[in-house]
């Protein structure tokens, strides 16, 4: 009986599974990279937000020739005069002016314009937002967006919202 058993013969046979397989590891590496850069195309109007993710974008969309929108950020936009009156032609009409001043240090996206009228009570009464095209007295080309320390005077006419209205806040979208 000097036969081996079966199971060592076979272990034998086995190839050597220690050797690494350097081609799967590399395409497994391009597939992680092409999917990272399909995120980041398929979101970069998302990316193109943030301070850090901007300067990268630019640089790899200006040879691909893709576009990114303005940045947008109303934290650095600031009203500094503000007033709603009747207005002088039109009766049941008020007439607001606002200016408003680009605080930033870049060109950013002209943003939308709310006006809230409320109630003694605090409740709002009315609201109303107002497209760029809308309180730009002038037509401009918005695609450049407000450069920064750049002023808007937002002139607005509407419809006097209610008698029991006794204040109003304007925000910057």
């Given at each position: 009986d000097d036969e081996l058993p079966e199971a060592y013969l076979l272990q034998d046979e086995v190839v050597d599974t220690d050797s690494t397989g350097w081609g799967a590891i590399a395409a497994a590496l391009s597939l992680t990279?092409?999917?990272v850069v399909q995120y980041v195309w398929a979101d970069r109007h998302h990316l193109a937000q943030f301070e850090r993710w901007r300067p990268t974008l630019e640089i790899f969309c200006k040879p691909l020739?893709?576009?990114l929108p303005l940045r947008r950020d109303p934290g650095h936009l600031e009203i500094v005069e503000r007033e709603i009156v009747r207005h002088p032609h039109v009766a049941d009409a008020l007439l607001v002016n606002a200016t408003f001043v680009n605080n930033a240090e870049f060109a950013q996206a002209y943003p939308l314009?709310?006006?809230?009228?409320?109630d003694v009570s605090g409740a709002p009464?009315?609201?109303?937002?107002?497209?760029?095209?809308?309180y730009l007295a002038v037509f401009r080309d918005t695609s450049a967006g407000m450069a920064p320390g750049?002023?808007?005077?937002?002139?607005?006419e509407l419809i006097d919202p209610a008698e029991r209205t006794v204040s109003f806040t304007l925000q910057l979208f």
């Open positions: 990279f092409l999917l020739n893709c576009n314009f709310q006006i809230s009228f409320s009464v009315a609201v109303r937002r107002f497209q760029p095209t809308a750049e002023q808007i005077h937002a002139p607005l």
